[in-house]
């Protein structure tokens, strides 16, 4: 067990920066996204329950910033503040859910895959994450709850609701898929954080997880995948980034941008 | 979708007796759950259940205050 993230070595130590930041980048932006939605949702509950999971997204945004300033090997620099490329969330949280129904497709897909990398590392051998990562994954339940209960509601919806909803999850599964990156293949860092026990399983274990996870919300919709995990067809993985772990750069619209990277503090004087 | 309401019980050590905290509206048992989770998370529960309702069997009934039905 390494008692801090700084004594893993100095090629692991990047590799542990980059991913999180990835992680982190992507739960603020889904953060933000719920909050955006804290008085849009169709009932009463549903505003209190999405709130409270933007500020669960936020706290946990926190906590992995809070080991990524250790290392040196942190990527932030203040060409964030400007720059849409430096950001590492994951594509789907680019712009702001349409509707609720878009909403519940990140709940179910991106707040997973989320989840899925946080348990990674509760079990991994970094203790700053095995020990801090517990409370956050056991919060984590009950966001895996709310999808499963409202993809089971979507499932009964109207056909012209499950038509949108399958639009949804189809575009937020290929940017959950293409996120885990190439399997097999010689530059993961997955990989290399898996090998060296960061992370208690690799590129296509963490995959395999988080369809195994999220195949059962699916009811009749064929993604190309099987209930135990595995993909029927591998992705097309061009211009696939092993750094943001996406396709493209990112492209916030400017609202959200400003919102992610504090811009209207800033404005006042303070610093996130 | 129809919802029913769900009371919401909750203890906050081992030894102490679940007292009622509150209530939700739901469409479903897994709902009611979710919602009685992020609603009622600003303390720190050891246990925290809900019960539909309709489940609850009187045995001494309230006299209501004013007529439902008018």
């Not at chain 1, 920066?17 to 739960?27: E, F, Q």
């Not at chain 1, 009932?43 to 926190?62: F, K, P, S």
């Not at chain 1, 992705?235 to 980034?241: F, H, R, S």
Request: charged share 25%; hydrophobic share 45%; with cysteine.
């Amino acid at each position: 067990m390494y008692e801090r993230a700084q004594d893993l070595p100095a090629e692991l130590r990047q590799d542990l920066a980059d991913w999180l930041l990835a992680i982190a980048d992507s739960k603020r932006v889904l953060g933000l996204r719920y909050a955006e939605w804290a008085t849009g949702a169709p009932e009463l509950e549903a505003d209190v329950t999405i709130a409270a999971m933007a500020q669960y997204e936020l706290g946990h945004t926190r906590l992995l910033r809070g080991v990524l300033a250790k290392l040196d090997e942190d990527p932030r620099t203040d060409a964030r503040n400007t720059d849409h490329g430096e950001w590492r969330s994951i594509a789907s949280l680019d712009q702001p859910a349409a509707d609720w129904i878009q909403v519940v497709a990140l709940n179910g897909l991106v707040d997973v895959l989320l989840t899925v990398n946080l348990e990674a590392a509760m079990r991994g051998n970094v203790a700053p994450l095995a020990q801090r990562l517990r409370k956050a994954v056991s919060e984590e339940e009950y966001h895996t709850l709310h999808a499963q209960a409202w993809f089971e509601r979507m499932w009964t919806a109207p056909p012209e609701i499950a038509d949108r909803f399958v639009a949804a999850i189809r575009s937020a599964w290929d940017n959950c898929i293409a996120w885990f990156g190439p399997i097999g293949g010689d530059n993961n860092s997955l990989d290399r954080l898996a090998a060296a026990g960061v992370l208690d399983g690799d590129a296509a274990e963490l995959r395999r997880r988080f369809v195994a996870l999220t195949v059962p919300m699916m009811a009749d919709l064929d993604l190309g995948a099987t209930a135990d995990g595995e993909l029927t067809v591998e992705p097309t993985l061009e211009g696939w980034n092993a750094v943001s772990r996406r396709l493209s750069p990112p492209q916030f619209d400017a609202p959200s941008f400003d919102m992610i990277t504090g811009a209207h503090a800033r404005a006042m004087g303070v610093e996130d | 979708m129809s919802k029913q309401l769900y009371e919401v019980f909750a203890r906050h050590k081992r030894e102490d007796p679940l007292g009622h905290i509150g209530t939700v509206r739901a469409t479903s048992d897994a709902f009611a759950r979710v919602y009685a989770r992020n609603t009622y998370d600003e303390e720190n529960w050891a246990e925290l259940v809900v019960v539909p309702r309709e489940a609850i069997i009187p045995v001494l009934e309230l006299e209501l205050l004013l007529d439902p039905n008018g």
